[in-house]
């Protein structure tokens, strides 16, 4: 599928995207950057993986010495450069998230949430493998994606997307278990617990699978621990 975020959902439309979300939605995003946020120190280089306009990078940037957000669309970026210009602390990139351009643990959080795991639309292998590459040993790398609790609230927010024709008017025949298919061509997925355990014990990470607000289900792959065979999430 062609990069939809690159291509039709980037900058101004992105950032409606966000401005139309219901009540419970913008709870779950909340409730997933105060997540990311507690596990951030002061002293921390940070890296976030599908940055977009730079939602969660301001609230990052407040919290860690030193923030990069890489994205593949230069829209996006270039909107966030000039929300977030008077934070010194704060870089953007137009990169690809499975072929990072930094060095072996660059950073010490490595943050790709908000279903990004699914929704770059790239394989999920090579994007945790490549992620905790860049993670310092024994630095973290947090993926999240939506809990199944959540599938109402995902939903009406993506109805409400394409009733203002941000996304595709939604395939009702398909979309069901946690996929929602859109006419356009856009398909939005999501991992579960046990498929974060397998993918971390495949890769042989350390990982903690946690659900958060019954909205969001969290991996956090510490870089340089190895998998605890034989554990479920």
């Not at 009540?23 to 507690?38: C, F, G, M, S, W």
């Not at 596990?39 to 990052?60: F, I, K, N, T, W």
């Not at 939604?170 to 498929?195: K, L, N, P, Q, Y």
Request: proline share 3%.
């Amino acid at each position: 599928m062609p990069d939809y975020y690159r291509e039709k959902l980037s900058a101004d439309r992105l950032e409606r995207v966000y401005a139309i979300a219901p009540p419970r939605v913008l709870q779950y995003l909340n409730a997933e950057i105060d997540h990311v946020l507690a596990r951030v120190r002061p002293s921390d280089a940070v890296l976030e993986l599908g940055c977009g306009y730079g939602r969660v990078l301001g609230p990052l940037a407040r919290r860690a010495r030193i923030v990069c957000g890489i994205d593949t669309s230069f829209e996006s970026l270039a909107h966030g450069s000039v929300a977030l210009g008077r934070a010194g602390n704060c870089a953007f990139a137009q990169m690809d998230a499975v072929r990072l351009g930094f060095r072996d643990g660059a950073f010490d959080r490595v943050v790709c949430i908000q279903n990004g795991i699914s929704a770059f639309h790239v394989d999920a292998r090579a994007l945790v493998r490549e992620s905790v590459r860049v993670t310092r040993p024994g630095g973290l790398a947090l993926f999240s994606s939506y809990s199944e609790a959540f599938w109402e609230h995902r939903l009406e927010w993506f109805v409400r997307q394409a009733g203002e024709g941000l996304v595709g008017a939604i395939d009702w025949e398909r979309t069901r278990d946690g996929t929602i298919v859109c006419a356009d061509g856009f398909t939005a997925t999501t991992m579960g617990a046990r498929e974060f355990a397998a993918l971390a014990e495949e890769l042989d990470a350390g990982a903690r699978i946690v659900e958060i607000d019954s909205s969001s289900v969290f991996c956090e792959i510490t870089a340089g621990a190895p998998a605890k065979k034989g554990r479920t999430p």
